[in-house]
């Protein structure tokens, strides 16, 4: 699983221009009717266009659009009947996303707004009573707001600048929109409904403030009816996917949440019985010891829960058994699943699948396999040349199993090489490189590959895919193992002769952004470097991202920790910068908060100090990836011209 059709292998004829990268339409938001009949999707063009589409599940009819994609359709839910889909639109004003209905008897003309509500909603969930959507969305601007717009009497009071997310019921039959006040003002962000119709699930945040919004989820349990609300109490952090299940007449509810206690390390399955007063006493995890690492969760109505598990470089899909509590492996498949939904009997599936060259589209079938990929965003890719995705295998210094990828040049075997090589680093660090096909202006392997270079993608220590202490070991610890994990697959490469030890490059993006940067500092190897929204100095990281907490957990120290020495100091390429002599160009978007660009202008000042060669180009409006076209473009060539110089 997933088995598409005979991909068709004409003769490679076209080359592979930034255009043609940037302007890559994606399908994305799967959607199962709940009758296991039909999949809705939506597919997103590069200029953020969006249509609904939806085909049948066995693929005997092909994806057809509902809605004409002139404006941004997103994030496609069923009604409970399957007669209908609820999606958003900014269709009447830009930028500011209603809820709509459209019915599938329907054209783009019948899809009908739900919702005119001043700034937009930004979620929806359909109540199986089939009267009531669940929406989510900021209050309304008063009037006092409007004037101080009007006024620019715009002074932000840190902690009340983000308005949080409400919890709103949306009445069909008359267009009422009643708000849940028994949330106060905590920030909702996620939610469930029971499988027989009963109470919501809601995840919340104390603030909308991602630091430190995801430190203080809290589960809440609200009857739809009369809005109650039931506290269960804190949950872990990064806490989603609420799901309900039964048991034995007992209904349990699970969610994904980072391994408690830690800050830094893998997501668990972790499971509560609600009490019928009172907070939850225990949340179990269900996914200890395991060497794997749940990605999603899914509720099911007529049965336990389904998950989707990282497993080195491919994924499997798992069932929570209900006696054991713990979960079964049911199938697997080469390469990336993402993006899980369930029929209500749990009998059939919708997902999106990529593997090695095969891009990502909507594959369904029954949840054993196999899955059928429906319809294929991407047709213009089929006639290029790609490079030759391999899996690696190697252990590191330590004896730990390890696992990558290599891209070889396109049109090359291991016998031409030896080949400059690039190795292109993973963001998270809790992620990983799949077995997947991946091409953008971040991960751009395919792109490099087929400009004549080996990439190699490792994934070290502090990544997904291999358990939560495997993931945990970069806690205080980064630019440790994770970089000796890395150094230990350019060796091999080297020995094996695919890579040219006089022309080795290192590029990443967040994440890899720092180990880039760190590279530079630590070894004279490398004869070029791609410093993409990288982190400087964990110090000030922590200090100034949107993820303070778990920056600092990474780094291992704060600012604030007294006048040190710290270890942050001891973590942070900053520190190094007197060593550099590889030359760095360093991108960044002006407006990132995730990592602030004053990560990039304190190493930047450093480079200019000690006299190293670098290049230091900031894309305005942008934030901690590259959305506008200009920019991919101006990336994308950017970083082949800077390998092309240097190698």
């Known amino acids: 699983m997933p088995h598409p059709a005979p991909r068709p292998t004409p003769e490679p004829s076209e080359l592979l221009t930034a255009e043609l990268v940037v302007d890559i339409a994606a399908a994305v938001a799967p959607a199962v009717s709940p009758d296991g009949r039909l999949v809705a999707h939506a597919v997103v063009a590069s200029d953020g266009s969006g249509s609904i589409r939806v085909a049948a599940a066995d693929g005997s009819t092909p994806p057809r659009r509902l809605t004409d994609g002139t404006a941004r359709d997103r994030a496609p839910k069923w009604a409970p009947d399957s007669a209908a889909l609820f999606f958003t639109s900014d269709r009447e004003e830009q930028g500011t996303a209603q809820l709509h209905r459209i019915r599938l008897d329907g054209n783009q003309d019948a899809a009908e707004a739900l919702t005119t509500w001043r700034g937009g909603v930004t979620g929806h969930h359909p109540l199986l009573d089939g009267r009531t959507v669940a929406v989510l969305a900021a209050d309304e601007p008063t009037a006092e707001d409007e004037r101080r717009k009007a006024e620019r009497d715009d002074a932000k009071v840190w902690g009340r600048h983000l308005p949080p997310t409400r919890l709103r019921l949306l009445d069909l039959e008359t267009g009422g929109l009643r708000t849940v006040d028994g949330l106060g003002d ?21 603030t909308a403030e991602l630091d430190p919004g995801v430190m203080t989820a809290q589960l809440h349990v609200v009857d739809p009816e009369s809005a109650d609300v039931h506290e269960l109490g804190p949950v872990g952090s990064e806490a989603q996917s609420p799901a309900w299940w039964q048991h034995d007449g007992v209904w349990h509810l699970a969610h994904l949440a980072t391994t408690p206690p830690h800050l830094v390390g893998g997501l668990a399955v972790l499971d509560t019985v609600p009490p019928a007063a009172g907070p939850a006493v225990e949340h179990r995890n269900l996914t200890a010891g395991m060497t794997v690492c749940p990605t999603e969760l899914v509720q099911v109505a007529d049965g336990p829960p389904l998950a989707l598990f990282a497993d080195g470089l491919d994924t499997a899909l798992y069932r929570l058994h209900p006696e054991s509590l713990r979960f079964h492996r049911l199938s697997d498949a080469p390469g990336l699943l993402a993006g899980l939904t369930a029929s209500r009997s749990g009998e059939t599936v919708a997902l999106l699948a990529s593997t090695a060259h095969e891009p990502k589209n909507v594959h369904a079938g029954p949840t054993g396999g196999p899955l059928l990929r429906l319809g294929d965003t991407a047709p213009e890719l089929r006639g290029i040349r790609w490079g030759v995705q391999e899996r690696l295998g190697y252990r590191a210094s330590d004896g730990l199993q390890l696992d990558g990828l290599l891209i070889l040049p396109a049109g090359r075997t291991r016998d031409d090489g030896p080949f400059p090589l690039v190795t292109l680093v993973h963001g998270g660090p809790y992620f990983r490189h799949a077995d997947e096909f991946t091409l953008n202006a971040v991960d751009c392997g395919q792109w490099l590959a087929t400009a004549g270079y080996a ?114 100091d001891r973590n942070s390429p900053i520190s190094y910068a007197s060593r550099i002599r590889t030359p760095i160009l360093i991108l960044h978007g002006e407006e990132d908060t995730n990592v602030p660009l004053s990560q990039a202008i304190h190493f930047h000042r450093a480079l200019r100090h000690f006299g190293v060669e670098h290049e230091f180009v900031v894309y305005p409006r942008e934030g901690h990836g590259l959305t506008e076209r200009a920019h991919q473009l101006d990336a994308l060539r950017r970083i082949r011209a800077w390998f092309a110089r240097w190698l």
């Open 186 to 206: 905590r920030h909702v962000v996620e939610l469930a409904q029971r499988p027989d119709g009963g109470p919501l699930a809601v995840l919340s945040w104390s």
């Open 455 to 568: 990439v190699f993608l490792p994934n070290p220590r502090g990544g997904s895919g291999r358990g939560h202490e495997f993931a945990a070991t970069v806690a205080g610890a980064v630019g440790g193992d994770e970089w000796t994990d890395i150094l230990g697959g350019i060796d091999l490469l080297v020995a094996e002769g695919v890579a040219d030890p006089g022309r080795l490059g290192i590029s990443g993006w967040s994440h890899g952004g720092f180990i880039a940067a760190w590279a530079a500092g630590r070894s004279d190897r490398f004869k070029a470097a791609v410093m993409g929204a990288g982190i400087s100095d964990w110090g000030m990281q922590a200090g100034t991202g949107d993820w303070a907490s778990v920056d600092a957990a990474l780094g291992g120290s704060t600012g604030w920790d007294g006048p040190g020495p710290h270890v942050h």
